[in-house]
C-alpha cells in the first residue's frame, strides 16, 4: 500500500486506506497555525491582485532587505524559496554524491532530495525520549559532509536548546562537515533562541525557515535559507528564475511585521496543547513532550496504531500516518493542535473509542 508522503490533501489518505471519505472532515495532519492567514494578508489582496500580471522580482530584494534587518544579517546571506520544500531540494542538488546523515524521525523531504542526487544516505535515530545522543552523533561526522537537523523536530515536536545545537555545530567546524538546521516551526516556541548569530563565527551552519507553517499560507510557498554569502551564492546558482511568485513576495513581507499575531497564536497553541495533554493522561494516551503546534500520539493498550487510524478516519477526523517517518513505522500518529472547538472533537472521538476498547487487563 502506498501511502502519502505528506499531510493535508486528505482525499489521497482515504484512497490509500480504502476508506470513504465522510462529507465533513477536520484535518489534523498539516500543522498550520489555526488561526488562519493574518487579517493584513486579506486587507491587501486587491493590491497583491494588481501584480500578478508583473514578473516578479527574481531577486526577492525587497522581501530580502526585511529579513536582513530583522535577524541582523547581510542581504547577501539569504536566500528566497518557494517554501522550505525548494530549499531543501536545492541543497539536495548542491550535496550531490556527498556523505549525509539525517536525524531521524524526520520530515521525509530530506531523504528524497539526497537519494534523487546520489548522495550517500545514513540515520541517526534520536533516543527513545526524543533527546540526541551526542557521543554517537559525534562518531558519524568524521566521514560525513552534511548533517539534517530538524528543530523543534518533525514529527515529534520536540525542541533541542541553543546549548546543544552550539555543541554539535563546534564539532562539525572541526570536520567541516555541513550543519543543516531546519527551523520551520521555530516560531511556535516561547522559550526560543535564536541561532542566528552563530552565522558570524561559522560557515559550516545553514538555517532553514518556513512562512507556510506560521502564517498558515501553505498555497503561497514562501521560505528562506540564512548562511554565509559563499554557501547561499552556491545555494542560489541551482535555483531557477522566478521561482517564488509576486502575490508570496509581497505576503511575506507583511507577514513579517506580525508580531502580536505570533504571540497570540503562541499563547493559543500552548492552551490547548496543555487540554489535550492532560486529556491524554488521563486516558492512557502515550504523546511526545512538543513544544509547538504538533505531537505525536499512541494508544498504550495497541501495539499496531492502525484500528485507532482507520476509526478516526471513519468518523471524519484525519490524523497524519507516520508509515514513512523511519523509527515511528506506524507506532504513532500525529496531529496538529487546532482551535478549542476542533480539538474537543477529537477528544470527544478518542474518549469514545477509550470506552469502546479499553483493556481488560
Not at 62 to 87: D, H, Y
Not at 295 to 308: C, I, K, S, V
Request: charged share 25%; aromatic share 12%; proline share 5%.
Amino acid at each position: 500500500m502506498k501511502w502519502p508522503s505528506h499531510g493535508s490533501n486528505p482525499h489521497y489518505l482515504y484512497e490509500a486506506a480504502g476508506l470513504k471519505q465522510p462529507e465533513r472532515i477536520l484535518d489534523f495532519s498539516a500543522n498550520i497555525n489555526p488561526l488562519g492567514p493574518p487579517d493584513s494578508l486579506k486587507n491587501h489582496w486587491s493590491e497583491f491582485f494588481q501584480g500578478i500580471s508583473q514578473y516578479p522580482d527574481p531577486h526577492a530584494a525587497s522581501l530580502k532587505a526585511r529579513i536582513a534587518e530583522r535577524e541582523g544579517v547581510e542581504e547577501e546571506q539569504i536566500l528566497i524559496g518557494n517554501g522550505g520544500a525548494e530549499l531543501i531540494s536545492l541543497l539536495g542538488r548542491m550535496l550531490t554524491g556527498k556523505q549525509v546523515v539525517i536525524v531521524e524521525p524526520a520530515f521525509s523531504e530530506y531523504e528524497q532530495a539526497c537519494r534523487v542526487n546520489n548522495c550517500q544516505i545514513e540515520y541517526f535515530a534520536l533516543d527513545d525520549s526524543g533527546e540526541l545522543n551526542f557521543p554517537r552523533l559525534l562518531e558519524r561526522l568524521s566521514h560525513t559532509d552534511a548533517v539534517f537537523l530538524c528543530n523543534p523536530n518533525n514529527p515529534t515536536g520536540v525542541y533541542f536548546s541553543r546549548n546543544i545545537v552550539i555543541e554539535l555545530l563546534q564539532e562539525c567546524k572541526k570536520q567541516n562537515c555541513l550543519l543543516i538546521v531546519d527551523e520551520a516551526f521555530y516560531d511556535f516556541v516561547v522559550e526560543y533562541e535564536t541561532l542566528v548569530p552563530l552565522l558570524k563565527e561559522s560557515e559550516q551552519l545553514l538555517i532553514l525557515r518556513s512562512l507556510t507553517k506560521m502564517f498558515a499560507i501553505p498555497g503561497l510557498r514562501l521560505g528562506f535559507a540564512m548562511s554565509s554569502k559563499e554557501r547561499i551564492e552556491s545555494l542560489a546558482a541551482y535555483q531557477s528564475h522566478w521561482s517564488v511568485n509576486g502575490v508570496a513576495l509581497a505576503a511575506g513581507t507583511l507577514c513579517l511585521e506580525e508580531d502580536d499575531y505570533i504571540k497570540r497564536t503562541q499563547g493559543l497553541i500552548a492552551l490547548e496543547r496543555e487540554r489535550l495533554f492532560s486529556f491524554y493522561k488521563k486516558n492512557r494516551f502515550a504523546y511526545s513532550p512538543s513544544r509547538v503546534n504538533f505531537y505525536l500520539l499512541q494508544d498504550m493498550e495497541l501495539g499496531d496504531q492502525y484500528p485507532l487510524f482507520a476509526y478516526l478516519l471513519q468518523k471524519g477526523i484525519v490524523p497524519r500516518h507516520t508509515f514513512n517517518f523511519p523509527g515511528l513505522e506506524a507506532k504513532w500518529l500525529r496531529f496538529a493542535v487546532r482551535g478549542r472547538v476542533e480539538n474537543d472533537t477529537l477528544m470527544g472521538a478518542l474518549a469514545e473509542w477509550r470506552s469502546n476498547h479499553r483493556s481488560s487487563l
